[in-house]
């Protein structure tokens, strides 16, 4: 079973266990449902482009940073011009979970990505129960119908979308309703990292499509040569994160790349 089926196996039962505990009426309840949206779309373009991720460790890299607080960290990306923050919500491969997004909705003003495994329903009042904007929609692990049903769904609850592909044969998940195609730079099965397939990539993607380049990108080398290539968004966090003080390399990159 490679990474990818495992944490699907065990987002199932994490998403039961939920279910039976906390009804999507009462997910209802949260103050959340009725509040300002912050979109990505419009930031995406006045400010620097970069969803900036706050990640404790990953399944390829191990532990990032365990010392540091969200709160700490995503003030510190939204001051020197993240368009978005992205904050892990799974626990289990992560190391991540819902007060992570809690503790900090209410201290920072751009959009909040809710990043996990969203396969059913229950998930995206879950999202905006916690106070996320937007959510990732994994194309490996999903149909085309359920990507647009869940994007529909999504957007019902003034959710934005980022569907994440990685492959040739994924462009077929794509539906004029989503709002961003990330292409991940890295591969979810066995974590290679190689930017040129995703340039091909962009390549085939339709026109008018806003385009993020997800995951790798180490230097600023990387970044500079995905924008020239025409992204519009940069998906980044081990960069970040794997420093003692994340938001002081945030500054410190944003600097030097000049945006
Ligand atoms: O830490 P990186 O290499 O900069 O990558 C960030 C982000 O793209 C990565 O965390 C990611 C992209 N797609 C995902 C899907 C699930 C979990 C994590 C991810």
Not at 154 to 170: F, R
Request: hydrophobic share 40%; charged share 30%.
């Amino acid at each position: 079973m490679n990474i990818l089926d495992k944490i699907i196996e065990r987002k199932k039962q994490e998403i039961a266990d939920s279910k039976s505990k906390i009804s999507v009426e009462k997910l209802k309840d949260s103050e959340f449902f009725s509040r300002k949206i912050f979109s990505l779309k419009e930031n995406l373009k006045t400010k620097s482009g970069i969803i900036a991720e706050f990640k404790r460790k990953s399944p390829s890299k191990g532990i990032i940073n365990d010392k540091v607080s969200p709160l700490e960290v995503v003030s510190q990306y939204e001051k020197f011009g993240a368009s978005a923050v992205s904050i892990l919500t799974d626990l289990e491969f992560f190391g991540g979970n819902f007060e992570d997004i809690l503790s900090v909705r209410n201290h920072i003003n751009i959009p909040i990505l809710r990043k996990d495994f969203m396969i059913d329903e229950y998930q995206f009042y879950e999202a905006k129960s916690i106070g996320a904007d937007i959510i990732l929609l994994i194309a490996s692990c999903l149909s085309p119908t359920q990507v647009s049903e869940f994007t529909e769904l999504a957007h019902s609850l003034n959710l934005e979308v980022l569907l994440e592909i990685h492959s040739d044969e994924e462009l077929k998940h794509i539906n004029k309703n989503v709002d961003f195609v990330g292409i991940n730079n890295r591969n979810l099965k066995d974590f290679k990292v190689d930017l040129q397939h995703s340039v091909n990539l962009k390549n085939q993607l339709p026109q008018d499509i806003l385009s993020v380049a997800e995951s790798g990108i180490y230097n600023e080398e990387d970044f500079k040569f995905l924008k020239e290539k025409g992204f519009d968004g940069f998906l980044m966090g081990e960069y970040f994160m794997k420093n003692e003080n994340p938001g002081e390399k945030f500054e410190e990159f944003i600097s030097n790349v000049k945006i």
